[in-house]
């Protein structure tokens, strides 16, 4: 798929272990591991929120689009 998720980037900058992301979010660690290995098929945009607001980034900052 094209379009890639960079929230291992963002986890090594802010310092924080995906368990740490998964209480400040309350996103499960696995659905967390799987958008981290790239395997998701779907992200909700609640989803994405609480991303964006745990981590102090943009969608853009998260998300890139490659051909």
């Keep these: 798929m094209p379009v890639r998720l960079h929230l291992d980037r963002l986890l090594v900058q ?4 995906l368990a740490e992301l ?6 499960t660690a696995a659905n967390l591991a799987i958008l981290k290995a790239g395997d998701a098929r779907a992200l909700r945009f609640s ?3 609480a991303l964006c607001r745990e981590l102090a980034c943009q969608p853009a900052d998260l ?3 490659e051909p």
């Design 47 to 49: 989803t994405l929120d």
């Design 22 to 27: 998964a209480d400040r979010t309350g996103v």
């Design 63 to 65: 998300l890139t689009w």
């Design 14 to 17: 802010r310092r924080m272990s």
